[in-house]
């Protein structure tokens, strides 16, 4: 039910937070105490985030039939072990956002509330993918303030670039369900908008993702292999939009999974290989 491999797509961005806000803020890389309590904070906003995802949109995926098969409508899990599940995850997520600092702390109903809003945006906004990439780019910063205890103008532009990115490839990954949603009165962009202006609105998005991701790394003075990363995220974007078509979505999960979380690996190596050397 959780699809633990979607994490690819956050925590090497929250580790990218923790790494450089602390070379940047304290000029040292952070402890493995912060290492341990950051990864654990992520295990436990991601898994508590795909649960709520999965039992708040039961009854859609039960009527869905490119969802019917998922845990709960299948009834291969009960929604009260699942609610069981979401406690026990926000739990470790709030332990380990304590033993971070208290910035981390005071911060943590504000991305809670994300966790659980953006299920239900479909419900009344077309700009749900914003919401949902709102919700993942919080990894950054989280990953920014739990190592430093700090937030700065440079996190927040990772922040938007991971912002834009995600909810660019949310927008593709709508476009399948783009009729079931306008007959069943739920927002997407696709289903709004229709596809083709799906796909626009996404390439635009992805434009603004990469401009977010240069300006960071100017901002934070990265050098010309965190650049080099950045350009060939941006080819790998091109590429994700280059395997969909508003005719064609037979490479859907190519371009959504396969592509992105390539992007996310790639922003992550080349990022530490320019801090390293």
């Not at 929604?79 to 995850?89: D, N, P, R, T």
């Not at 709508?174 to 962009?189: M, P, R, V």
């Not at 996404?202 to 901002?219: D, K, M, Q, T, Y």
Request: aromatic residues 14%; hydrophobic residues 55%; contains cysteine.
């Amino acid at each position: 039910m959780i699809k633990f491999e979607h994490t690819i797509f956050a925590l090497p961005f929250a580790f990218l937070g923790a790494i450089i806000g602390n070379i940047v803020e304290e000029g040292t890389l952070p402890t493995l105490a912060e290492w341990i309590w950051i990864t654990l904070a992520m295990v436990g906003a991601r898994s508590s985030a795909m649960a709520l995802n999965r039992a708040i949109d039961a009854n859609i995926d039960s009527v869905n039939p490119r969802t019917s098969n998922r845990a709960i409508p299948a009834k291969l899990i009960k929604k009260g072990e699942v609610y069981l599940f979401i406690l026990a995850s926000l739990a470790l997520l709030f332990v380990s956002s304590y033993q971070l600092n208290m910035l981390s702390v005071k911060l943590l109903p504000l991305a809670v509330f994300f966790l659980v809003i953006y299920s239900y945006t479909k419900r009344f906004t077309y700009l749900c993918h914003i919401v949902l990439g709102i919700t993942i780019a919080i990894a950054p910063l989280g990953g920014w303030v739990g190592a430093t205890g700090t937030l700065s103008l440079e996190a927040f532009l990772l922040f938007f670039g991971v912002l834009f990115w995600i909810a660019g490839f949310d927008v593709i990954y709508a476009t399948q369900d783009a009729d079931y949603d306008k007959t069943h009165g739920l927002y997407s962009i696709p289903s709004f908008f229709g596809v083709a202006k799906g796909l626009l609105a996404a390439r635009w998005l992805h434009a603004a993702s990469f401009i977010a991701f240069i300006s960071f790394g100017f901002v934070t003075g990265m050098g010309w292999i965190y650049f080099l990363g950045v350009a060939v995220s941006g080819i790998i974007m091109i590429y994700e939009h280059s395997l969909v078509k508003p005719h064609d979505l037979s490479k859907l999960d190519v371009a959504f999974f396969t592509m992105n979380g390539i992007l996310s690996i790639v922003m992550f190596i080349f990022s530490i290989g320019d801090l390293l050397l």
